[in-house]
């Protein structure tokens, strides 16, 4: 850990967070105001990046860069925990689960939805599913940390029942097809700002080291 420990000693682990969490921000703010009559009932965070949008090549390579910040942040924050007297094999499992995540969004990015229809929706479930688990993995570590508050174990798992609740409406949608799809949309924007305002709140939570 001595070379990871020299490489945030130079630039702090927290700014990863706030970057790449700028970065998502711009994009996706430049490629919905280029979306016709754009809605967050009616359109998906995928459709930014789909050919239909003449935004789309910024909109995927800054979802792109935004995953690969995020990979540098959560080493940061698990060596944070390993610090603070988290569990270290729970707290590399978490870690693992995290950078699995992000080369989901990354590899969102990299498979537009109009192209690569299928390739989309593997990366799509593999950023939902192993989010959930490092949020909940995360959780459980936090609660045995006295020196972390007990309101950042909550945001974890209100953030983690944000996505559950995006999976279940994804899986009710794709067994009946046409049902509800606006509440899907509105779900997949909800855990998408929950995830982004997780990662803030903890790069806030880690700024003082």
Same mark, same amino acid.
């Given at each position: 850990? $001595?070379?990871? %420990?020299?490489?945030?000693?130079?630039?702090?682990?927290?700014?990863?967070? @706030?970057? #790449?969490?700028?970065i @998502? &921000?711009?994009? *996706?703010?430049?490629?919905?105001?280029? $979306?016709?009559?754009?809605?967050?009932?009616?359109?998906?965070?995928? %459709?930014?990046?789909?050919?239909?949008?003449s935004?789309?090549? +910024?909109?995927?390579?800054?979802?792109? +860069?935004?995953?690969?910040?995020? +990979?540098?942040?959560?080493?940061?924050?698990?060596r944070? *925990?390993? $610090?603070?007297? #988290? #569990?270290?094999? *729970?707290?590399?499992?978490?870690?693992?689960?995290?950078? +699995?995540?992000?080369?989901?969004?990354?590899?969102?990015?990299i498979?537009n939805?109009?192209t690569?229809p %299928?390739?989309?929706?593997?990366?799509?479930?593999i950023?939902?599913?192993t989010?959930?688990?490092?949020?909940f993995?995360?959780? &459980?570590i936090?609660?045995?940390?006295?020196?972390?508050?007990?309101?950042?174990?909550?945001?974890?798992?209100?953030?983690?029942?944000?996505?559950?609740?995006?999976?279940?409406?994804?899986?009710?949608?794709?067994?009946?097809?046409?049902?509800?799809?606006?509440?899907?949309?509105?779900?997949?924007?909800? @855990?998408l700002?929950?995830?982004?305002?997780?990662?803030?709140?903890? #790069?806030?939570?880690?700024?003082?080291?």
């Amino acid at each position: 850990m $001595e070379k990871v %420990d020299g490489f945030y000693t130079k630039i702090h682990g927290s700014y990863f967070a @706030f970057i #790449g969490v700028a970065i @998502f &921000v711009i994009v *996706l703010i430049i490629a919905i105001a280029v $979306e016709p009559n754009f809605s967050f009932f009616f359109h998906k965070v995928s %459709d930014m990046g789909a050919l239909t949008n003449s935004m789309h090549l +910024i909109f995927n390579i800054g979802w792109a +860069i935004t995953g690969v910040l995020m +990979i540098f942040f959560l080493l940061f924050f698990t060596r944070y *925990l390993l $610090e603070k007297g #988290g #569990g270290s094999a *729970l707290t590399w499992i978490s870690f693992v689960s995290g950078v +699995i995540s992000a080369g989901g969004i990354i590899g969102l990015a990299i498979y537009n939805k109009t192209t690569f229809p %299928d390739e989309h929706l593997i990366a799509e479930l593999i950023f939902f599913f192993t989010g959930i688990l490092y949020l909940f993995l995360y959780s &459980v570590i936090e609660s045995k940390i006295h020196a972390i508050p007990r309101l950042q174990v909550i945001i974890n798992l209100v953030v983690a029942a944000l996505f559950v609740l995006y999976l279940v409406l994804l899986i009710a949608n794709r067994v009946s097809p046409g049902l509800c799809p606006e509440f899907q949309s509105f779900a997949e924007w909800l @855990f998408l700002f929950g995830n982004l305002f997780w990662f803030v709140e903890t #790069g806030i939570l880690t700024l003082k080291v």
